[in-house]
């Protein structure tokens, strides 16, 4: 049985850089202890030799020739940029002044 | 006009144009006319490309009148699924985050219709960011199903299988990460294809789950969606997954419509207790037709499949989680809370609050407990195995027969609203779609009538090894063949719309 608390939902929130509200934040402490009980039973499978899989055909590792190739088109990328500045992105503050 | 353009397949239309007994640009023209005239009923589209796609069909009719060599499917119309990025196009993958942005390239997959031809008409709706079963988590409209208006039309390509199944396009691109394209054709009585998973590039489908994303057609016929396949299949160096082979023939198998000497297994695990009664029915009938078609049918056991919707509930939400962290306002799509005194962390934490819908957050936060300290070896690691013994079954279960089915999903469509507040009753829809997403196998669905106790239509899976996606296509055309007429047919004159 996997407990939630509101800390560690607001935790995770943070982590995944998501503002959240008490009424959203109860709500998903619900649900996710719902489907984390549904997803437990995975833990019963004897798995451990078992190698992880990814790939239909399990590709791995493909490698290219270094060469130049044209990019996208530098005024198209900007136009749909949020906010631009001098042809670059313009971004909020990164660092705190304290 | 004597004839309704709208109702005829895409190899017909195709053929239609190259003998000049149409023009393409009718053709296309026809279709916008009914989308206009009745999808304000239905809202599949999000948004209609009127003038580039009339264009493209005159340059199409310019091609035929020099007698140059066309594209099987040269001049056909095709509704596009909005998670495929199209340059100059709006692409909002149903998502409030993406609203008004225009893409400054072209995916693989519409850089291929393009060079084929192939007509797009517009962008289709589908779940945000295709995480869904019913495409009521899109932000922008609540699509509904031709059959009945107040059913869902799968999803979360819903509004790709909505449009095919009310004749605004013959073709439409749906994206398939745990059966967003068969379960949506399945409820909606046509036809869907998972590809073998590297088969079809990912090129700028925009990512929910890496490992497991593949597009593939949505169609009424069977032999439209080998046409389809063919056309957007193929090695493209821009995807790291994309498989450097081709697959034999799909059209070609589909044209067979002979099951002698094919051995196909049912899925022992996958039916019974808890499935609609007419969805079973409809099934057990239709193993009925594969023997009577001259195939062997043996029941066959995949043990692991029964762990399939914890796996993919852990593996998917994982990969989300990470995937969609490149929403966060900074370089394109919405930007919340910038008034010059906010830092970049309270602006990515403020967007990504208002431009992710409820389910999208869920999802993210599942994928980051899932991958965080402490529970990643319990939870991400321990799904991988099992995603390992789930392919092993399949490959056990090949050695014996040459595909496998079951039922699509384990009803018909439900009512607009019946799940919404329930994720664990929605993510039930994909129980018998998940083992060959996980697997990276193809799969098809192709409608076996209506159910009875709900006049609902029912979708039989065909499941293949990798690589063999023709296997698909022969039994699906047998099946198909064996009906006498398509099941989609019954609805169109469209009496629920006009």
């Known amino acids: 049985m996997s407990k939630i608390t509101p800390e560690a939902l607001k935790h995770l929130a943070k982590l995944?850089?998501?503002?959240?509200?008490?009424?959203?934040?109860?709500?998903?402490?619900?649900?996710l202890e719902i489907i984390l009980d549904s997803v437990d039973k995975i833990r019963e499978v004897a798995a451990g030799d078992v190698k992880p899989m990814s790939h239909a055909v399990g590709l791995t590792n493909v490698f290219r020739e270094d060469v130049i190739r044209p990019s996208l088109d530098r005024a198209e990328v900007l136009s749909q940029a949020p906010a631009t500045e001098a042809n670059r992105f313009r971004v909020p503050r990164i660092l705190n002044e304290d | 006009?004597?004839?309704?353009?709208?109702?005829?397949?895409?190899?017909?239309?195709?053929?239609?144009?190259?003998?000049?007994?149409?023009?393409?640009?009718?053709?296309?023209?026809?279709?916008?006319?009914?989308?206009?005239?009745?999808?304000?009923?239905?809202?599949?589209?999000?948004?209609?490309?009127?003038?580039?796609?009339?264009?493209?069909?005159?340059?199409?009719?310019?091609?035929?009148?020099?007698?140059?060599?066309?594209?099987?499917?040269?001049?056909?119309?095709?509704?596009?699924?909005?998670?495929?990025?199209?340059?100059?196009?709006?692409?909002?993958?149903?998502?409030?985050?993406?609203?008004?942005?225009?893409?400054?390239?072209?995916?693989?997959?519409?850089?291929?219709?393009?060079?084929?031809?192939?007509?797009?008409?517009?962008?289709?709706?589908?779940?945000?960011f295709a995480m869904g079963s019913s495409t009521e988590n899109s932000a922008y409209q609540k699509t509904k199903n031709p059959w009945d208006l107040s059913r869902i039309p799968g999803g979360s390509s819903g509004g790709s299988s909505a449009a095919v199944a009310s004749f605004f396009a013959p073709l439409a691109i749906g994206t398939d990460t745990g059966g967003s394209i068969r379960q949506p054709a399945a409820v909606c009585g046509i036809v869907g294809t998972k590809p073998t998973y590297g088969t079809v590039s990912r090129y700028g489908l925009i990512a929910f789950a890496s490992s497991l994303d593949q597009a593939g057609p949505i169609t009424r016929s069977v032999m439209d969606a080998a046409l389809l396949n063919e056309v957007i299949a193929g090695y493209d160096p821009l995807?790291?997954?994309?498989?450097?082979?081709?697959?034999?023939?799909?059209?070609?198998?589909?044209?067979?419509?002979?099951?002698?000497?094919?051995?196909?297994?049912?899925?022992?695990?996958?039916?019974?207790?808890?499935?609609?009664?007419?969805?079973?029915?409809?099934?057990?009938?239709?193993?009925?037709?594969?023997?009577?078609?001259?195939?062997?049918?043996?029941?066959?056991?995949?043990?692991?499949?029964?762990?399939?919707?914890a796996v993919y509930y852990l593996i998917a939400p994982s990969e989300a989680s990470s995937n969609l962290a490149r929403f966060d306002g900074m370089r394109y799509g919405l930007r919340v809370g910038d008034n010059g005194e906010k830092d970049v962390e309270a602006v990515m934490n403020l967007t990504r609050a208002q431009g992710f819908g409820p389910e999208v957050k869920r999802r993210i936060i599942l994928g980051t407990y899932a991958l965080s300290t402490g529970y990643y070896d319990a939870y991400y690691g321990q799904a991988q195995k099992v995603r390992g013994l789930i392919a092993e079954d399949f490959k056990a279960a090949f050695e014996k027969v040459d595909v496998l089915v079951s039922p699509t999903s384990p009803t018909t469509a439900w009512k607009l609203g019946e799940r919404v507040d329930n994720p664990l009753a929605m993510y039930l829809a994909d129980l018998a779609t998940l083992p060959p997403s996980l697997a990276g196998v193809p799969a098809i669905s192709v409608p076996i009538g209506l159910a009875k106790e709900d006049q609902m239509p029912v979708g039989l899976q065909i499941i293949a090894p990798a690589m063999q996606d023709h296997k698909n296509y022969q039994v699906a055309s047998a099946i198909e063949a064996a009906q006498g007429g398509l099941l989609i047919d019954q609805i169109k004159d469209l009496a629920s719309l006009v």
């Open chain 1, 16 to 31: 995944a850089r998501l503002e959240l509200t008490e009424a959203e934040l109860a709500m998903y402490a619900t649900q």
């Open chain 2, 1 to 128: 006009m004597s004839e309704d353009l709208t109702t005829f397949s895409a190899q017909q239309l195709a053929a239609k144009i190259k003998n000049k007994d149409v023009t393409a640009s009718e053709v296309t023209q026809a279709h916008f006319d009914r989308i206009e005239k009745l999808d304000k009923k239905i809202e599949s589209f999000l948004y209609l490309d009127k003038a580039a796609a009339l264009e493209q069909a005159k340059r199409v009719d310019k091609k035929v009148a020099k007698n140059e060599t066309l594209s099987p499917l040269a001049g056909v119309p095709l509704a596009l699924k909005d998670v495929m990025t199209q340059r100059g196009v709006p692409t909002t993958c149903g998502s409030k985050i993406l609203e008004n942005w225009r893409p400054p390239y072209d995916s693989t997959v519409v850089k291929r219709l393009k060079e084929n031809d192939v007509i797009i008409l517009g962008k289709v709706n589908m779940d945000e």
């Open chain 2, 239 to 309: 995807d790291s997954t994309s498989i450097n082979q081709s697959t034999a023939s799909l059209v070609a198998a589909a044209n067979t419509k002979d099951l002698k000497g094919m051995k196909i297994g049912v899925i022992k695990e996958l039916g019974g207790e808890g499935w609609q009664e007419g969805v079973v029915a409809n099934f057990n009938q239709s193993i009925e037709t594969l023997k009577q078609l001259g195939a062997e049918v043996v029941e066959i056991s995949l043990p692991h499949s029964l762990y399939a919707l």
